[in-house]
Each structure stands twice: as structure tokens, then as C-alpha cells.
């Protein structure tokens, strides 16, 4: 789909010349983990910690670049990581630790992956050359396909070409598109609300609970960021530690 839409809007000549492989690799990491962790993890539980680790990655990488944080922005990282640590401790209503490990590892891939792509100038022909090389790696994991199964079932893989092209191919070149258009301020809001709208969609469409585990580290994790967020767009209004 993404070499559609790039041939359509001319740009398929300069595949070659973009994105590169450690990119490939994170969105890998990215790909995978994410896949084989909804095995063992709600929606909504899933997003949360998909969320939690890639803001919290993009942040440590960040700190360790040299930038500093001042204090509103300080307290909103504890506060989410907190919330995250909560989210995924021993206890009742605690989520699958193999789910965790594999979604935590997906979070911390596209946190990389955004740190990589951040500057780049032309995101959706560098996400095209990245994908195409992120699909050659993929192909390592065919065999892990036929470990519990010998068949592969209609419906997955329309749910599989489905996901590929509408929800990420399509939504990418989207969010691409407009975001151009967004404030800064408009654009971290609606990264915050995906959390939310996945664990709506679990409850709406499979069935899922919504635990009071889930509904404090939720609380947590969304504030914590959404206080840094907001830090970063009043500089002016923070208080430097």
C-alpha cells in the first residue's frame, strides 16, 4: 500500500536514497512485539504499555542527549512512570508477564523509531523504504507461524491485509498529511487519547473489563505525560529545577 500511494504521488524513485536499516530494525522490534504481545494482553491494557514505554524511551533518550527537564517536567515523568510500575506489578488483575516484556520491547522499538525519524524531511518515503526493508527482516518469523498451528486461517489474514493497508499504510500517509496542519499542542493530545480509545473499543467490541488496576495506571500514565506535554508547550510558565 505504501508503494502505492508513493508511486501515485511520484516519489518511488527515491526509495533507495531513504530511510536506513537501523530504522528497519527498530520498526521491527516494533512490529513484532506488538503482534505477539495482543496474544497475551487485552486492548486496552496492551495500549497503555505500548504508550507508557515509547513516551518514556523518547524522554530518557532525550536526557541522555544532555537535555535537561525542569521541574513540572520532571514530577509528570515520575508520575507516569509510577503509574506504569503499578500497571504492571505482581498482583490481581496483573497482566501476562511475557505480554509485558513483548509490548514494552515494541514500545521501546518505536520510541527509537521516532527519535530516528524525527528530522527527517520526507517521513512518509523514508516509512515506505523502512517498511519494505522491516518486511525483509520479517520474513526471519515465518516459521514461528507453524509452531502452534499448521494452517493459517482466512480471517487472520484479513484482519493482516486490513491492518496493513487501511489502519497503517493509509493512516500513516494520513497523519503525515495533516499533521503539518496541527499545533504542536493538538497533535500530542490526540497521541494521548489512542490509549483511551483502544480500551473503549475492548470493551465495546470484545468484551474486555476495565479493572481498577487499569483505571488508576491509565490516570497515571496519560497525566504524567500530559503534564510534560504541557510543560514543553509553556516554557515560559515552567519552573526550571
Avoid at 40 to 52: H, V
Avoid at 88 to 109: D, E, K, Q, T, W
Wanted: glycine letters at 10%; one cysteine or more.
Amino acid at each position: 500500500m505504501l508503494l502505492f500511494v508513493l508511486s501515485f504521488n511520484g516519489n518511488l524513485s527515491q526509495l533507495k536514497s531513504a530511510g536506513s536499516w537501523r530504522a528497519a530494525i527498530a520498526l521491527f522490534v516494533y512490529a513484532a512485539g506488538f503482534s505477539y504481545a495482543y496474544i497475551d494482553l487485552d486492548t486496552g491494557m496492551g495500549a497503555l504499555i505500548l504508550f507508557a514505554c515509547v513516551q518514556i524511551t523518547m524522554l530518557a533518550i532525550s536526557w541522555l542527549k544532555g537535555e535537561r527537564f525542569n521541574r513540572i517536567e520532571s514530577l509528570g515523568v515520575l508520575i507516569a512512570f509510577a503509574g506504569f510500575m503499578y500497571l504492571v506489578s505482581p498482583g490481581a488483575n496483573s497482566p501476562s508477564v511475557l505480554g509485558v516484556i513483548l509490548m514494552a520491547s515494541a514500545g521501546i522499538g518505536w520510541g527509537v523509531y521516532s527519535i530516528i525519524g524525527a528530522g527527517s524531511t520526507t517521513p512518509l518515503i523514508d516509512t515506505g523504504s523502512n517498511f519494505i526493508r522491516a518486511a525483509l527482516i520479517s520474513a526471519l518469523l515465518i516459521p514461528v507461524l507453524f509452531i502452534d498451528s499448521n494452517r493459517i486461517e482466512t480471517a487472520g489474514i484479513l484482519y493482516g491485509v486490513m491492518s496493513g493497508t487501511l489502519t497503517s499504510a493509509l493512516g500513516y500517509t494520513i497523519w503525515y498529511k495533516v499533521l503539518p496542519n496541527l499545533r504542536a499542542s493538538v497533535a500530542a493530545v490526540l497521541q494521548l487519547s489512542v490509549p483511551a480509545i483502544a480500551a473503549i473499543g475492548g470493551l465495546l467490541l470484545l468484551g474486555e473489563l476495565l479493572s481498577i488496576r487499569m483505571m488508576f495506571a491509565s490516570i497515571a500514565i496519560l497525566g504524567g505525560i500530559g503534564l510534560v506535554i504541557y510543560a514543553k508547550q509553556s516554557p515560559k510558565k515552567a519552573i526550571r529545577a
